[in-house]
């Protein structure tokens, strides 16, 4: 739909998808805005003063992409905020429980809305960064008040427009669901899944990056080394193996990988293997990787001189040693969306390749420093590449990983998160605490990372003989694995503190997965709330971890007892419901 106000014209295109409780809405932007869009004044003072805000008076300053309004004063909103920047944050979700009342601002790209008396309710999610990384930003995403809510701000301002072009804005979802949490999450699963299909073979993997020893990332980074470490990971069962930075030309005369602000990598040769370290190109690393069946990815990150003004001679490269080597799998880092310009050129390079590539790309999207897409945002090419955490300085805290996937699991899919496990036995001294990972066995650190796309952060040449133990739960997890990410996959149990019971469950037509963790306590059983029904009964069959077969039915509150005779254990099941 094409309207105008003056000499600004707006489209809105309206994505709707078959079985599926949401509309999606894309908007664009093309003219001369009557005014300016983004007021640094009025988002500083005003917007935050509640008395402004409470009195309506916030409402013309800010441009509103959705606005539902609906009889009633009993409604109660759930607003989720989100983080990334996991370089610096460990915190990565934060909600809020407002009831409706006088209008007030709140941040988060999430906000259900359920009316208390009819027990029915409505979802919004704003596709954008997050708060803290969106453009032209307000200070919030939702005004609410009673059954009134605004999502806001488009990420445009004045400047941002051109006269004979379409500039596109953020998108809003606006979905129904019945009654219960359960209901108001699945519909919005239900939208999520809907948004790309997935290359499984691609996808689906138990990937290893050698930039988590942190120390040695580089320094043995050549075709020798390699090859090595290609036949230690067929060893251990890894499917996919990435060369971070470091594979590419010039990295010896570089302090680190920063320093793009100088003009280095406009040299059309930086993109192409290493002589020094790679002699023969890429071609024998590749051709191991294939008699090993493993498949090879790169680290790449994009020239953002001049605002990614280079975003084309940068989707030729990538595409350049696709045509090559067969590399369909990107880690694509170090990116900066500082504007607008920025935004719609690294989409351009993402679409382009994906494009070349007929939809065979899969990027892992590194999330972990400055403003990025993120989780709800230009992240349908693949994963969620989610933190860096080192042993090196002591920074990697097995339970901190878990909570971090487990408070994300309700709202993001896991099964695109790319999560982290490391070599537990690498800098032990750097610990001096009960949370070390030197204290939590081997495969338990693995099984952290079971609903998610596990990544070996490490070199497989650093591990112990006894690490390799592992390939023997590596092979039997991954004949489950793509089952497993086929369903809705929500958190169960308490949140993880290094002292709980915790857990996901996956949840599929009549039966599904639970991966149960007791973390530090001393309680050997415990009564697990799980999103079955109540008084359903229930065939449990152990894949992994502790644990046996078992027949069981849950009690009133959908709760199901659990039992695992070791601190820092865990349990695989798959179940089926009983009729």
């Known amino acids: 739909m094409v309207y105008a106000m003056g000499d600004l014209q707006i489209k809105r295109v ?5 079985d599926c409780p949401a509309i999606a809405s894309d908007f664009y ?21 509640i008395r402004f805000v409470r009195h309506g008076k916030a409402r013309k300053y ?13 409604w109660r909103y759930r607003v989720v905020e989100f983080f990334e920047m996991t370089d610096h944050l460990n915190n990565l979700v934060q909600e809020y429980r407002p009831l409706g009342f006088c209008e007030r601002l709140y941040r988060g790209n999430l906000l259900f809305a359920q009316n208390e008396e009819q027990k029915q309710g409505l979802f919004f999610l704003k596709e954008a960064p997050s708060s803290n990384a969106q453009l032209n930003y307000y200070g919030g995403d939702y005004l609410t008040f009673f059954g009134q809510i605004r999502m806001i701000g488009f990420g445009i301002n004045k400047e941002d427009l051109s006269a004979d072009a379409w500039t596109q804005g953020y998108s809003s979802v606006v979905g129904v669901y019945a009654d219960t949490e359960y209901d108001a999450l699945k519909s919005l699963r239900m939208y999520q899944n809907k948004l790309r299909k997935k290359n499984t073979p691609t996808e689906e993997m138990v990937m290893m990056n050698t930039w988590g020893d942190w120390q040695d990332a580089t320094k043995n980074l050549n075709e020798k080394y390699i090859l090595e470490e290609l036949d230690l990971c067929a060893k251990l069962g890894i499917s996919h193996y990435q060369l971070d930075y470091g594979w590419q030309t010039s990295v010896k005369n570089l302090p680190s990988h920063s320093g793009q602000n100088e003009n280095y990598r406009d040299n059309e040769n930086y993109w192409l293997p290493d002589k020094q370290r790679f002699p023969k190109g890429l071609t024998p690393i590749v051709k191991k990787a294939k008699q090993v069946g493993i498949e090879l990815g790169l680290w790449f990150e994009p020239n953002y001189n001049d605002n990614y003004a280079h975003w084309a001679q940068d989707a030729k490269y990538l595409i350049r040693l696709h045509q ?16 607008k ?13 994906s494009e070349a590539l007929n939809d065979g790309v899969c990027i892992n999207l590194d999330v972990t420093a400055d403003k990025r897409f993120g989780y709800f ?17 002591g920074g990697y805290y097995p339970y901190q990983t878990l909570r971090n996937l487990w408070m994300l699991s309700k709202y993001v899919p896991t099964q695109n998160i790319q999560l982290e496990f490391l070599n537990k036995w690498r800098y032990a001294d750097k610990y001096n605490d009960a949370y070390a990972p030197a204290n939590y066995n081997f495969e338990y650190l693995f099984a952290i990372t079971m609903m998610a796309q596990p990544l070996a952060w490490m070199q497989a040449h650093n591990l112990p003989p006894e690490g390799f133990e592992l390939s023997s739960v590596i ?38 997965f639970l991966l149960v963790f007791r973390e530090n306590n001393s309680q050997k059983t415990a ?18 971890g502790e644990g046996k077969d078992f027949l069981t039915e849950t009690n009133g509150n959908g709760e199901i007892l659990f039992s695992l005779d070791e601190e820092n254990s865990y349990s695989l099941y798959q179940y089926e419901i009983l009729k």
Request: charged share 25%.
């Open 341 to 353: 310009k920025s935004e719609e050129r690294v989409d351009s390079l993402l679409m382009t390749l």
């Open 14 to 18: 309206i994505r709707l998808y078959p």
């Open 324 to 339: 090559q080597y067969g590399i369909r799998v990107f880690k694509v880092d170090g990116l900066r969306i500082h504007n």
């Open 62 to 74: 800010v441009p509103i992409i959705e606005k539902t309004a609906f009889p009633g004063k009993h």
């Open 377 to 393: 945002f230009k992240n349908r090419y693949g994963n969620i590449f989610l933190e860096n955490r080192y042993t090196d300085w």
């Open 527 to 544: 009564l697990i709330k799980t999103w079955l029904a109540p008084h359903e009964k229930v065939r449990m069959h152990h894949i992994l």
């Open 475 to 512: 092979k039997r997890y991954r004949a489950y694995q793509n089952r497993i990410h086929q369903g809705l996959i929500l958190p169960i149990g308490d949140e993880p503190s290094g002292q709980s019971w915790t857990g996901f469950q996956s949840i599929q037509e009549q039966g599904g």
């Open 29 to 49: 932007f093309k003219g001369t805005a009557p005014g300016n869009w983004y007021l640094p004044q009025v988002v500083n003072d005003s917007l935050r003063d």
